[in-house]
């Protein structure tokens, strides 16, 4: 009896195992990030690993459209005042299907790309390059200031009847963590002409 028992321990573990693999496989998490100033802006690249759930697969094939948010802006703390927040911005993507010409569409910053399929939607949506925050004069040399950036899925902008099902159901909350990094700008402003 304690031998069977033991294989049963054995079995449910593994299974439970196997489950909270799944489990955490699905989200969106950070790869990369690389904030850096260029010409007379600050540029923003940084790359997503992007794992949709399958109910949220299957409701993309569908026809519904999601539309994901990446959320960045740079902080500096002061001691006499609240933080002083001299960047923040939003970036919408939309990702969508389109069953006439079985394609996967992403939008975002001016910018369509079409793929054949749901994996290489996910990959293109999870890749950030060239994004211009702001101006170059829009940070101080020599201060630190400390950045933050987050990718999630805007739940605002579904159909009304998946947005009440978004709020029953935890894998319809996708969102990454909340990343930071601290970083000191030591640039040159190029010369005007």
Known sequence: MNFWRKQLLIILALILGLISVQVFAEGIKLRQIQ???AESNWVLNASYQIDLPSELGDAVRK???FHFLVEFEVTRGRWYWFEERPIQVMKNIRL?????TQQYRINGGGLTISTS???EAL???GSIGGWQVADLVA???NKTYQGIIRM???LSQLPKPFQINALNAREWNLSSE???FSFTPHYRIPNSK
Do not use: C, I, M, W
């Open 63 to 65: 026809g519904v459209t």
């Open 152 to 154: 999630r899925l805007d």
């Open 123 to 125: 990959l293109q949506l």
């Open 96 to 100: 969508s299907y389109q069953p006439l």
């Open 178 to 180: 909340k990343h930071a």
């Open 35 to 37: 904030f850096d100033p």
């Open 117 to 119: 399929t749901l994996e």
């Open 139 to 141: 940070l101080d040399n």
